[in-house]
Structure formats: structure tokens, C-alpha cells
């Protein structure tokens, strides 16, 4: 029997780069394993901070993958700097800074978010595939919330069923800006409208998940957690040194700010319980809304640091062989507590200890505790997080700092797996034998 198709509608999707991309690729690779050919609707060339190409290497060959036009302001960024010759394919300084004053200004007049310029071009491009490749189910992931937008009139048009993916909720989740009372409420509406349209709902956290209950009339729901691919670990351990080297993977922004484990450390050494020549924090990732340069000079740590910018996925996880010490940090503003970035289960698949300064009583924090994966202390209490960190400096000088986590621990968060179970609720609402678009 011919493989069912399965619509996916992603505008983060490779080869754009950064943690985002990861989930949706990721399923997109290995649903073909369990009886789903993904047909992948994204969209076309947008002004975007870093691409990795090699992200696309790992998509099956024979995946089509359909990109259509937008009105947003990514796309059109980007083809004016095609048409005026300006295109950088770097990723600058600058442009880390993030312009969140324009973020906010355009939050004002797009709605659900600066993405809905994609809505129109997405949808004809959707109903047209579904139409002709026969597809079975639509699966949307996001966010942009507008990609769950295009999943419910996609729904209207063609009565397939329809799962909806939240890495993230449209209210209440870590960069919410709603100008005014009516954005919230229509926000609010919106939100509620999706998760009862969708025939199926998908989240990656139990906090996320409660939230969604608490909204009401959810017909199904799932929580698929985040995971790592062990392909991507199948790299030989790089040799280290006496330095104790602590590695953070990811982005540096008001969300994740590394302020409080700054202070942490630069006491430490001021106080000579660690020493400067015997430290060596590693940043692999990008600053976003936060200018770093201040920071480091405020705590001394500008000869500590060093800031390798984006890497390549698998270059990146390669790079984690030579940490001692992995840094999980999510701030404790409103919303954050229903973080719990993919970059965990990424950091206990390379077996080393986790100081997660966290909120305590956050998604994070539970898969920290639950597995025994590290340290959770909270980002007010910069005591505890000298505490702890100095706790990982001397068991590293007595050749004691270790990883606690059971390799069969780790088997249910592999994204193979976790494919598995996507695939199985996608067989639940397929409508291959009902009758298709």
C-alpha cells in the first residue's frame, strides 16, 4: 500500500537555521519511516538571521517541498535587497541587536503576527497541492501563529482533518507584545477558535499543555516533547584540557539572559574561588536584543568569554564534546516558565551536567530534576548560583564532575521515537478510506 500524505505547513523550515527549524525537519525526515510522505509547504527566500544548509542535506531526497510567495516583512526585506544589489549573507553584529522597536511598531496593524503577508500566497499554494497530491491529513506547526491560520481554512476548503503544533502559545508565550486590550481580546479569540477547530492539538510540555486545557473544548491533545536525533552525535570526543570550559548553545536575549550567571561567576573569581586562568565560558549562538559587549566589560569576562556566533547543527553538537559544563538559561519574566528548549535533550544525549538557572518551578526545571540531568537554580538568587557553580568546579578538580543520566532515559526523547508517536496520532484522523480534497 502507497504511503498516506501528510500536508505540512511550516514557515521555519530549512534551509533557515536556528533551534526553530529543528522539530518540524526532524519530523519531516523520519515520517517516511511510518507510512507518511510529507508534502512541505513553506515559504519562499526571506530576509533571515542564519541559514544552514546542512539541515536540508538531512531531508529524504524524494520530499517535495513547496515554497510560496508572502506579503511579510522578511520576504519583502529580502527582495528588496535582491533588487537593489544589497543582499549580506552574513550575519552581522547589527542585526543580532534585533530591531524589537519595529517588532512592536508592526504588532500594531498585522494580525495574529507579521507573518499573516504569508496567509494568501500559502493558502492557494495548499489547496492546490492538496488537490493534486491527493493528501490525506494538514499538520501545522508554530509558530508563526498565521501557519495555524492557513491549517484552519485549509480545513474549511477541503474537510480533511487537521493537527495543529504549539512550540508555542499565541497568548501568554515568551515574545508576546499586544499593544492595546483589543489585540489581546482578538488574540485571545483567535487562539481559542484554532484549538477547537483542529481535530487534533500537539504541544511539547505538560505546562503548555494545562494552559490549552484551561482554554476548554480541545477535541484531542498530545504533548510530543522536544528530543536530539543521536545521527547528529555520531562525532568521536574532542580532547580537553584542565580548563573548566561551560558551554551555552543557543540565543542570548531578554528571554535567556545570561546577567545573573555573569555576576555568579565574576564573583567567583573576584573572590579567588575560581580561577581566571582555569575558566572558559563558550557562547555558540546569536544575541538577540541584548548587546553583550556591555555585559562582559560590567563583569570583566570579556577575555573569558568566547563567542563562536551560529555554527552548523552537527558542527555545533560536535563542539559540546569538549564541555565540562552545560548552561540552560531561561529568565524568570512572566511566561517563560513554559519554556523547555530543545537544546536540553540535546545537552544530556552529549552526557554532561546541566546548571540550568531556570525559573524553579518551569518546564525546564522538571526535565532537569526528573532525569537527574544537573543543578536547577532560579535566576533571582545569585548566591545559589555561585553555590552551585562552584559545586561543579570542584568536582571537576577532583575529576568527579559526571553525567547522571541513564542511557535508557534518554531512548524516549530521541526524535525517531518521537516520530513514532506523531505517526500513530496521524493514522487516528487520516481520511484516506473517507474520501479526499
Request: glycine letters at 6%; aromatic letters at 12%.
Amino acid at each position: 500500500m502507497s504511503k498516506k500524505k501528510v500536508l505540512v505547513i511550516a514557515y521555519y523550515f530549512p534551509p533557515m537555521g536556528m533551534g526553530g527549524v529543528q522539530r518540524v525537519s526532524k519530523f519531516v525526515k523520519y515520517l517516511p519511516g511510518f507510512g507518511w510522505q510529507p508534502v512541505v509547504l513553506t515559504v519562499k527566500d526571506v530576509e533571515y538571521l542564519c541559514h544552514d544548509p546542512s539541515l536540508t542535506e538531512e531531508i529524504p531526497k524524494d520530499i517535495q517541498i513547496h515554497a510560496s510567495g508572502s506579503f511579510d516583512p522578511l520576504r519583502i526585506l529580502f527582495l528588496i535587497k535582491e533588487l537593489f544589489g544589497t543582499k549580506d549573507k552574513k550575519t552581522k553584529k547589527g542585526s543580532q541587536l534585533h530591531t524589537q522597536g519595529k517588532s512592536r511598531a508592526l504588532s500594531w496593524f498585522l494580525f495574529p503576527d507579521n507573518k499573516i503577508g504569508w496567509l494568501p500566497w500559502a493558502l492557494a499554494k495548499g489547496f492546490f497541492l492538496c488537490r493534486r497530491e491527493r493528501i490525506d491529513l494538514i499538520f501545522s506547526t508554530s509558530p508563526p501563529p498565521t501557519s495555524h491560520l492557513i491549517g484552519f481554512f485549509l480545513k474549511l476548503f477541503t474537510k480533511l482533518n487537521w493537527i495543529a503544533d504549539f512550540r508555542d502559545l499565541w497568548v501568554g508565550y515568551q515574545f508576546e507584545y499586544l499593544p492595546t486590550v483589543l489585540h489581546r481580546w482578538l488574540k485571545h479569540k483567535a487562539q481559542r477558535m484554532i484549538l477547537r477547530s483542529a481535530d487534533a492539538v500537539v504541544t511539547d510540555n505538560e505546562k503548555k499543555a494545562e494552559q490549552m486545557r484551561n482554554i476548554g473544548r480541545i477535541k484531542r491533545l498530545e504533548t510530543i516533547p522536544q528530543g536530539y536525533d543521536p545521527e547528529d552525535l555520531k562525532t568521536s570526543p574532542e580532547k580537553k584540557s584542565d580548563t573548566f570550559k561551560i558551554f551555552y548553545s543557543g540565543t542570548f536575549s531578554p528571554d535567556c539572559n545570561p546577567e545573573p550567571f555573569f555576576s555568579a561567576l565574576s564573583d567567583l573569581i573576584k573572590e579567588n574561588l575560581i580561577l581566571k586562568e582555569k575558566v572558559k565560558v563558550v557562547h555558540i549562538g546569536l544575541s538577540l536584543g541584548l548587546d553583550l559587549d556591555p555585559l562582559l566589560n560590567k563583569y570583566e569576562l570579556s577575555e573569558i568569554v568566547e563567542r563562536r556566533g551560529y555554527l552548523p547543527h552537527k558542527e555545533a553538537l560536535s563542539s559540546l564534546s569538549q564541555a565540562d559544563l552545560f548552561l540552560l538559561i531561561i529568565s524568570s519574566l512572566k511566561g517563560r516558565e513554559m519554556i523547555s528548549s530543545g537544546k536540553i535533550f540535546e545537552y544530556m544525549a552529549v552526557r554532561r551536567p546541566i546548571l540550568a538557572v531556570v525559573p524553579p518551578k518551569g518546564a525546564a526545571a522538571q526535565i532537569i530534576e526528573q532525569f537527574n540531568a544537573g543543578k536547577v537554580t532560579s535566576p533571582e538568587d545569585i548566591p545559589e548560583i555561585k553555590e552551585t557553580l562552584f559545586h561543579f568546579y570542584r568536582k571537576l578538580e577532583k575529576k568527579k564532575i559526571t553525567s547522571e543520566i541513564k542511557t535508557d532515559d534518554l531512548k524516549s526523547f530521541e526524535r525517531k521515537y518521537l516520530t513514532s508517536r506523531l505517526a500513530k496520532l496521524f493514522e487516528q484522523f487520516s481520511k484516506r478510506d473517507k474520501g479526499r480534497c
